[in-house]
Structures are given as C-alpha cells and as structure tokens.
C-alpha cells in the first residue's frame, strides 16, 4: 500500500556549500510538508548502519566516509504520492543527467555528491525515516 510520506537527506556537499535553505524551499514550494527534520552528522559507525544495505558493493567503503564527512538534514516529507513525487523534484543521480528545474540539475556536483538522498519505496522511506526519528519527533 503507497503512503504519502518520503524520507530525505540533504547530504554533505549540501550542507559544505551552503545549499541548505535553497533546498528545502524547493521542497516547501513543491507542496512537501516537513513532518520531521533534523541538522546533524553520522559517525562511519552511523553511516555505515544506515547504508548496510549496500556494504558488499564496491562503493560501501567511499559512501560511508563522505556520507560521516559532514552534517547532514534528515526529514520526513508528506504529500500526496510522496516517494514519486520527490523523486521527480530531486532527479537523476547523475547530475548531468537530471532534468533542469530539479534539486541534482541546480545543486549537485557529481553523481557521488549528489545534494540530496530520496526514499526509492515506501519500504526504505519507513525504514530510513524510522532510523533517524522517533514517533515522538514527527509532527
């Protein structure tokens, strides 16, 4: 069953290069409603947690440092069809090939700095959201 919520992160390039506001009054001004958010950074033990899903590719190891380089803003987002929806509004991972307009096409440098993370199930979006709030955070 689709729910209407989505789990983001604006990750630490975006927070380094001040893109922070930029971001989430995109978000805002697409229709999200922030129900939980949160500026903070992962240790490598965090990080490496939060990506376990990952940890037997090639990339673990490099997405664990820079993801716990930096403070990062976690959030829970609402709207309606809220995983495809964000989806759209972040764009391709590649940032040269995401569409103009998008968050990737305007504030990320590269396909590993890519600005912002976002929730690809209704599954991961419960289980990343679940990770970093409790039910007493979310609004």
């Given at each position: 069953m689709a729910t209407n919520r989505t789990f983001t992160m604006l990750k630490p390039d975006a927070a380094a290069n001040g893109y922070i506001g930029g971001i989430l009054k995109m978000i805002n001004d697409a229709g999200f409603r922030i129900v939980a958010m949160k500026y903070t950074k992962l240790s490598a033990e965090a990080a490496g947690k939060f990506y376990e899903v990952?940890?037997?590719?090639?990339?673990?190891?490099e997405l664990v440092t820079y993801m716990s380089s930096g403070p990062i803003v976690a959030a829970i987002l609402e709207?309606?069809?809220?995983?495809?929806?964000?989806?759209?509004?972040?764009?391709a991972t590649d940032p040269a090939k995401a569409d103009a307009g998008t968050i990737r096409k305007i504030y990320a440098k590269s396909i590993s700095a890519n600005a912002v993370h976002g929730s690809d199930s209704d599954e991961n979006a419960q289980i990343e959201g679940n990770f970093f709030f409790s039910e007493l955070e979310r609004f």
């Open positions: 990952h940890k037997e590719r090639p990339f673990y190891g709207k309606e069809n809220a995983i495809p929806a964000f989806r759209t509004l972040i764009g």
